[in-house]
Every structure is written in structure tokens, then in C-alpha cells.
């Protein structure tokens, strides 16, 4: 599963440089010459693919929702295991929580 979700990335990643190349959504497109660099870094600033911005659906909901996620599944996993509360391990998902409701609040 790894495996295949690297090479997706990989192809998606691909794709997303072809299409900045030869169909760009907005004029913040261009290439600095050096496939390595335009792959790396991109050719568009803001891909848009069937009317859905790429890097917002990718940072916000996969990303930031990982993060949400992680933070309080770590924090029960070692309940689970100590059988007591880590509290700093707490208090770093609690913030990570506020800090994301704030941003899905803001940008979105």
C-alpha cells in the first residue's frame, strides 16, 4: 500500500508539472528551465484540476486532518500503554487541535 502510494505521488506529481507546462489555471505558471527544479517546486503556485484547487485539498484535508488525528491517537496509545495520562503529550494535542480548528476556520 506504501508502495503504490508513493508511486501515485510520484505520477501525480508528474502530471501536475506537465499540466503547469502546456495547461496552467492562472498566469503565476512558468519554468525555470531545469526539469529537476520545475518537478521539485512546481510550475504553478495555485494547480486547479476540475475546478478544485490541488494544494488546498491536499494540505487541508489530508495534511491537517493527519495531524488532528496523529496527535490524539498518539496521546491515547501511550494511556493505553502507561495506564496514565502524559500530560505534555496532552497539552501538545490539545494545541495542535486549537491550532487547527483556527486554521480550518480561517482559511477555509
Not at 486532518?65 to 496523529?70: D, E, I, R, S
Amino acid at each position: 500500500l506504501i508502495s503504490a502510494l508513493n508511486l501515485f505521488g510520484l505520477v501525480f506529481c508528474l502530471f501536475l508539472y506537465v499540466k503547469g507546462l502546456n495547461f496552467p489555471s492562472t498566469k503565476d505558471c512558468g519554468s525555470s528551465g531545469s526539469f529537476m527544479l520545475d518537478y521539485y517546486w512546481g510550475t504553478e503556485l495555485y494547480p486547479k484540476i476540475l475546478g478544485i484547487d490541488v494544494k488546498r485539498f491536499v494540505n487541508c484535508r489530508f495534511s491537517m486532518t493527519f495531524w488532528m488525528l496523529a496527535g490524539l491517537s498518539f496521546t491515547y496509545k501511550s494511556y493505553k500503554l502507561h495506564g496514565a495520562l502524559d500530560y505534555g503529550l496532552l497539552l501538545s494535542a490539545v494545541s495542535q487541535y486549537l491550532y487547527l480548528v483556527k486554521f480550518f476556520a480561517w482559511e477555509i
